[in-house]
Structure formats: C-alpha cells, structure tokens
C-alpha cells in the first residue's frame, strides 16, 4: 500500500474542467482536504461539486495510471 500525504493526493488528482459538470465557468476542479474529507472545489468560482473521504479518493486517485512523459 503506498502511503499518501494530503500534497500527494492534491497533486495527484487529475485536472477536470469545472465546465464538464455543466458549469459556465473556466476554472478546474482541485481538491482541498479538511480533515477525513475531500472537497472537490473550482479553483475560479470556488464552487463544490462534491465532498468524498480522503481515503476513498486517495483508492480512486491510485488506480490512474502513470502518463509516460513526452
């Protein structure tokens, strides 16, 4: 099992268009964690979309494989 830090796991979440979720704004979704829970939050309009247990995320977040660099 790897063992993630909150900045991992911040860094690691894939950049999504805030857009994608029907939204009219230009902004992307981070995540911003608070304790056991995540907040998937718009860095532009600071909307949340949604908020998910940093240990769910963190499962999900993993199962993205590794882009090779160009």
Known sequence: MIAWGM???EAAF???AH????ADC???IIVKVAGKDAEL???EC???VGVVQ???LR???SLIPDVPER
């Open 7 to 9: 900045d991992d796991l």
């Open 14 to 16: 894939p950049i999504i």
């Open 19 to 22: 857009e994608s979720t029907g």
């Open 26 to 28: 230009c902004g992307c």
């Open 41 to 43: 939050r718009c860095n």
């Open 46 to 48: 600071g909307a949340v």
């Open 54 to 56: 940093v240990g769910i």
């Open 59 to 61: 499962d999900l977040v």
